[in-house]
């Protein structure tokens, strides 16, 4: 591997090429957005620590990252690594575990109702189109054509607590706006790339989820770019009025079909809410209350 990102292109090339397109892949944008990347994922653990409570933030968007991150980086035992690829690789695991370590810790802060993104929604057809447009053979290019595939929805179980959140954690979009920020240095590394080495350069599938995760992010960004006070209800953009319906669809979906065959729901909320969840869903975060207050008054006083 030679990059976080591994190309598509870098595999194909033959190893005397190799040594040219490192010069370009480490580029200003691509560093930029790795150090991005693990300031947002630290600033995460700093803003749960500090606090002792992970209201505001998913705990599905960091079972979704440690399945991309595993499935992506499964060739540290195969192949030779250098100290910058080794250390962000195992930083990324290593950072989510210990956010899934908080979550189980600090279980009594966690609203599971709120954090309602059905998981088997989001996996399961970025596994089965992963097998079917993966290049090459073998279980590694699966997995990597898995991650790519996967890692633009990670962030979706993030959103849906944002939108859906009477009064959203500011540390929470904090961490949205550098975890889901990062990708978008990732497409203008791409871009240059594409620039340097014309048509010898390619990796749909990176590109195409890096548009959907682009696209997502942005209708975010606008919306909270949008509200006029530093905490408060975000509301959820057109875009995210579909997420929003989508994920109401597919947990009441699941229900039906998890009750019809096995007589119960999937544990852990994995599937989703179903009916006997709409009430709790409706209910105010009296926690998250309490910390976007807080958190909202220590940004308006930052000097």
């Not at 997502?216 to 209800?233: C, K, N, P, T, Y």
């Amino acid at each position: 591997s030679y990059a976080l990102h591994t190309d598509a292109a870098t595999r194909d090339w033959q190893r005397p090429a190799l040594k040219m397109l490192d010069n370009v892949s480490w580029n200003v944008f691509r560093l930029l957005a790795d150090f991005l990347h693990l300031a947002g994922m630290g600033f995460g653990v700093a803003a749960i620590l500090s606090s002792r409570s992970v209201a505001g933030f998913s705990r599905k968007t960091q079972v979704l990252f440690l399945a991309v991150f595993t499935s992506r980086y499964l060739d540290i035992f195969v192949q030779s690594q250098g100290f910058y690829l080794l250390f962000f690789k195992i930083s990324f695991n290593v950072i989510t575990l210990f956010m899934l370590w908080l979550f189980n810790k600090l279980h009594h802060t966690y609203d599971a109702a709120a954090d309602s993104c059905n998981l088997f929604a989001l996996i399961v057809p970025a596994a089965v189109l992963a097998l079917l447009t993966a290049e090459g053979e073998g279980f590694k290019e699966e997995a990597w054509t898995f991650s790519e595939l996967l890692e633009p929805l990670a962030l979706v179980p993030q959103y849906i607590i944002c939108y859906r959140a009477s009064r959203v954690r500011p540390a929470a979009v904090i961490y949205v706006l550098a975890v889901g920020g990062y990708r978008t240095l990732y497409v203008c590394n791409w871009i240059y790339k594409r620039y340097v080495y014309h048509g010898k350069y390619h990796d749909y599938t990176s590109w195409i989820g890096g548009a959907v995760e682009c696209v997502i992010f942005f209708d975010f960004l606008i919306r909270i770019s949008q509200r006029r006070e530093v905490i408060g209800a975000i509301g959820a953009s057109p875009l995210g009025q579909i997420m929003l319906r989508i994920d109401d669809g597919a947990g009441r979906l699941s229900e039906k079909i998890e009750m019809s065959t096995m007589g119960r729901r999937i544990p852990f909320g994995l599937s989703g809410p179903g009916s006997q969840d709409d009430e709790n869903a409706r209910k105010q975060w009296d926690v998250s209350d309490k910390l976007g207050d807080e958190e909202g008054c220590q940004l308006l006083t930052l000097r």
